[in-house]
């Protein structure tokens, strides 16, 4: 705080002022953290399947290994497919330790259920502290990129391009934010837990994949029928908005190379590969859960089915509107927005101003947030987020929009040098200054700046004589001015007035004028 001592009153006020701009800066609704644990909680349960898969898979290469013990390729197969598995279990248990520190170190979850939804899903400073600034976001990226790099050694270069891995840590070509910056800084707890899940589903996806490659090496064709298990994998999560797609594969989790034929109810669906691609349209809210059978054929023509059930969840479509800075916008600043959808792209999401005339919204440099410039035409404005429907249909759908109150700039106070309120001054801390101000205190935004260009210096003599009367231009006072200072006894009275400043929203004169008792 510039100048002169606070009353508590004024200190309380001051730090509720912070607290509010805090509160309003977090701007997440009950609804959408919760979205973010269902998204956690989807990814869980598609996690344990792709486990599932790999250790069928492992028990495949196995078997072969066991039958044909002095082939030096199916040697080298499984003594890979066993470091595949140390390296994925090692990166999934590194992720996994983290996430639960984190939420560990935000009060866990509600009456300690594993499964439960957090205490505090909307915490953004716990983590991003123990992420950012003490260093293990970049701990992280580095143990994501090992862990890729170690999988992707496992496979001859040529089958490299194969691995369709999300292991990524890449960050947009002059973009000056670190990875870890723009994965956890101001976003709730809740979503950071949604995405170390992802990034262990992304670990298990990766090993699958490397795994099928080392398999498909063998010169043998590998079914432990006592084994045989339908298994569904979602390829976009079981939670899905109105209208969009629900898509999964269906298959035998210990087949190899056979073909089977799959129905889901009663239509069959198509197989590749041994894979059958199962897709729908989204059509009513609520939990779906469907059945079907695997029929396959043995070796010794015994033809035998196999049951499958899974089920998706439809949800309305959501929209996450927040202003960086304040859920009250400003006239003259470029007012940083973030805009997101879950379930789409940033690319994807279209942004629109309503009334378009308030003012205009330009992209930042980061995907996904924008600089919101306005006018005085609107009290009021609306933000809407959009996306064009799949399917090539071109058809725009409005997921959600968020209201804002447009607001002037407020005004700056005035000061002398350090010396920002009226009354009683010893005549020694006046002679000192000798600059006009105009601080803006207490304002959401940093750097906004406001430079006097016009004022009135007066000095009104206790005993009477001639008063000092001249007008200021700049913001320096001129020697006679600092002469009256310096001359100043006390009970005289220094008034400077008709302070007029020039700052981002344009020239406006400050209300008040400042008025000192010279002790």
């Known amino acids: 705080m510039a100048g002169g001592n606070l009353s508590p009153r004024q200190k309380m006020i001051n730090m509720m002022y912070l607290v509010l701009t805090a509160m309003l800066a977090l701007n997440v ?50 003594n890979k497919s066993l470091e595949c598995k140390r390296i994925a279990d090692e990166g999934v248990k590194y992720v996994s330790d983290l996430k639960n520190l984190l939420i560990q170190q935000a009060d866990g979850r509600k009456e300690g259920d594993p499964n439960a939804e957090l205490e505090k899903p909307d915490n953004i400073e716990l983590h991003a502290n123990y992420l950012i600034i003490q260093g293990n976001g970049a701990k992280l990226k580095q143990k994501i990129d090992e862990t890729k790099a170690k999988l992707l050694a496992l496979v001859p270069a040529k ?52 795994l099928d490659l080392l398999k498909a090496g063998l010169t043998d064709d590998v079914v432990i ?87 998706y969840t439809c949800i309305k479509p959501i929209a996450v509107i927040s202003a960086t800075k304040m859920n009250v916008v400003y006239i003259g600043l470029e007012n940083p ?57 071109g058809a725009v759908k409005k997921m959600g929009e968020q209201k804002y109150r447009v607001r002037l700039i407020p005004d700056p106070i005035p000061a002398l040098g350090t010396i920002d309120v009226s009354g009683g001054v010893p005549a020694a801390q006046l002679k000192a200054q000798s600059v006009v101000r105009a601080p803006l205190k207490n304002f959401a935004f940093e750097g906004v700046n406001y430079i006097p260009y016009e004022f009135t210096f007066i000095l009104v003599p206790k005993k009477g004589g001639n008063t000092f009367y001249e007008p200021g231009k700049g913001q320096q006072l001129s020697s006679g001015m600092q002469g009256a200072l310096a001359r100043a006894q006390k009970g005289d009275k220094i008034i400077i007035s008709g302070i007029k400043v020039k700052g981002p929203d344009g020239n406006r004169q400050l209300p008040s004028p400042l008025v000192f008792d010279v002790q």
């Open 225 to 311: 029928v006592n084994n045989f298990e339908a298994k569904v994998i979602p390829n976009n999560g079981t939670y899905i908005t109105l209208g969009g797609e629900y898509s999964a594969d269906i298959f035998l989790a210990a087949s190899t190379r056979q073909e089977a034929d799959i129905k889901v109810g009663n239509n069959s669906i198509n197989v590749e590969n041994g894979v059958g691609k199962y897709k729908l349209t989204a059509s009513r809210e609520g939990e779906t859960k469907y059945e079907g059978v695997i029929t396959t054929k043995r070796s010794n023509g015994e033809v035998l089915p196999y049951k499958f059930s899974a089920s």
């Open 29 to 78: 609704s009950a609804e959408i953290l919760k979205a973010f644990h269902k998204v956690e909680v989807s990814m869980d349960k598609a996690g344990v399947n792709v486990n599932d898969k790999n250790i069928n898979t492992l028990k495949a290469i196995s078997s072969y290994h066991e039958k044909n013990a002095d082939d030096a390729i199916g040697t080298d197969v499984y």
């Open 337 to 393: 927005i973030s805009v997101s959808v879950p379930g789409y792209a940033a690319e994807e999401v279209q942004v629109s101003l309503s009334p378009a005339s308030a003012g205009t919204l330009k992209p930042d440099k980061v995907k996904g947030s924008y600089l919101l410039t306005l006018n005085r035409s609107a009290n009021e404005l609306t933000i809407v987020a959009s996306v064009k429907q799949k399917g090539g249909t």
């Open 159 to 210: 089958d490299k391009s194969i691995v369709k891995s999300d292991l990524n840590t890449d960050i947009e070509k002059g973009q000056t934010q670190s990875w870890e910056s723009e994965m956890f800084e101001h976003t709730p707890l809740a979503a950071v837990v949604a995405l170390l899940s992802k990034t262990e589903n992304d670990i298990k996806n990766t090993e699958s994949q490397i």
